[in-house]
């Protein structure tokens, strides 16, 4: 079964507009001009920063504070604060801050705060606040605390 990401995003005159409150961890892209910013849970739209690019040469993504800090292997994604940080793995996801924080396997989907946080394995799934908090096993499936 395929599993689609997708990021809420508007363009940078509706965003501005609309101006609202992006949960922690959550991205918002402007689709016109291809920025991102990251929501923290309390300021609107219109007082976040931009996040700079992070794409790396190996093809990692790592955006926020800390994401992808060491060892971040080929094409992983880390967006949030200490997302991905330790040890991510070849084609992990980690979304959220502190989402697949420590050693977080090939393949393996982080989704939420803390979900994922301590060695989530192979193509574990973690979806939600502390979902797979620690030591998911390789193929679970964890959605909510």
Not at 47 to 73: E, M
Not at 83 to 107: D, F, M, N, R
């Amino acid at each position: 079964m395929a599993t689609k990401i997708q990021f809420r995003r508007d363009t940078s005159n509706n965003w501005s507009s609309s101006n609202p409150v992006l949960s922690q961890g959550e991205p918002g892209v402007e689709t016109n001009s291809g920025q991102i910013k990251i929501g923290n849970g309390s300021d609107n739209w219109n007082c976040l920063p931009y996040v700079s690019s992070g794409v790396k040469d190996n093809r990692a993504i790592a955006i926020g504070q800390y994401a992808g800090r060491d060892s971040q292997c080929c094409e992983a994604v880390a967006i949030g604060y200490r997302g991905g940080e330790t040890c991510q793995s070849c084609y992990a996801v980690a979304v959220g801050s502190y989402a697949g924080q420590t050693y977080q396997e090939y393949g393996a989907v982080a989704i939420g705060y803390e979900a994922g946080r301590y060695c989530q394995r192979e193509q574990a799934v973690a979806i939600g606040w502390e979902a797979g908090y620690s030591n998911q096993r390789c193929y679970a499936v964890a959605i909510g605390n």
